[in-house]
């Protein structure tokens, strides 16, 4: 069985409070103790999740793809709440999450024994801790690997890179998708896509940024041909500066970034890939 992080259990700031934790925690703040263990496939650890949260102040998984998976299958299975996305802890019991497509942030009283997925970008990194008790996940005999493969990564991931560039509608092409990838090697950058540009192949479908996708908070987020759906500005309205080049200065993503080249794409773009590859 190979390792892969699942399942962390950690105190919450009263020692006799204990939380259970699932997905990556290498994000989440105020921790006291974390393990991690293994398991082949969200639907069977799902019922041994349920099972460990007995008793649990709350059960709380990164908000992604394995997290959501995995919690949302145990929280059904423990009939207990699910709250997706919490972006802050404020206080002991206490969450805020976004609604409407982070148009407007809720602050909600977390229910005993409540499940909930955190946005790993919203929080700093936990510090060091004492290793807890590992619990082992069975294998479900209903589901069998066949073959597994890891993940060609080109760049850095889209939820720790400092700089994350976006391709929109507005790349289109391969050729553009080349430039753009020349573009993310001078700054060291993470590329995500809007649905478009995965629809059309241009991207790989982990690649998708926005509500449905991946939520990023980079130091610097670079829309490139961009309109700015609602659901993408939801995945990326938390980055420190945005920037976009774009041919509609109205656009919405041009309206909410902080800095906007109008061009064309066909210009704009191989006259940036060049300058930052003059860079000393």
Not at 68 to 87: E, F, H, N, T
Not at 267 to 278: D, K, M, R, V
């Amino acid at each position: 069985m190979s390792e892969r992080v699942l399942v962390v259990a950690a105190t919450w700031t009263a020692p006799d409070v204990l939380a259970r934790v699932v997905g990556a925690a290498s994000h989440l703040s105020d921790l006291i103790e974390v393990r991690l263990l293994t398991a082949t496939h969200p639907e069977s650890a799902a019922a041994v999740i349920a099972r460990l949260a007995a008793g649990a102040r709350a059960v709380v998984a990164a908000a992604d793809d394995l997290g959501r998976d995995a919690l949302a299958r145990a929280s059904a299975l423990a009939g207990a709440p699910l709250l997706g996305d919490v972006i802050s802890i404020p206080d002991q019991g206490i969450v805020v999450r976004p609604w409407f497509a982070d148009s407007v942030h809720a602050t909600v009283a977390l229910p005993p024994g409540a499940f909930m997925t955190v946005r790993p970008a919203a929080f700093a990194p936990a510090p060091a801790v004492p290793p807890a008790q590992a619990v082992e996940v069975p294998a479900d005999p209903r589901v069998r690997r066949r073959a597994s493969a890891a993940a060609v990564s080109a760049g850095p991931s889209l939820a720790t890179a400092p700089v994350v560039i976006g391709a929109g509608r507005g790349v289109a092409t391969p050729a553009r998708m080349d430039i753009v990838r020349r573009i993310a090697g001078s700054l060291g950058a993470a590329i995500g896509a809007t649905r478009p540009t995965v629809d059309e192949g241009l991207a790989p479908g982990d690649a998708l940024l926005g509500q449905s996708g991946k939520v990023v908070a980079p130091r610097l987020y670079l829309a490139l041909g961009i309109s700015g759906a609602l659901q993408h500005l939801a995945g990326v309205k938390d980055a420190a500066v945005i920037a976009a080049i774009n041919t509609n200065a109205e656009a919405p993503m041009c309206v909410d970034a902080d800095v906007v080249w109008v061009a064309d794409l066909d210009t704009a773009l191989p006259e940036f890939a060049a300058a930052l590859e003059e860079l000393p």
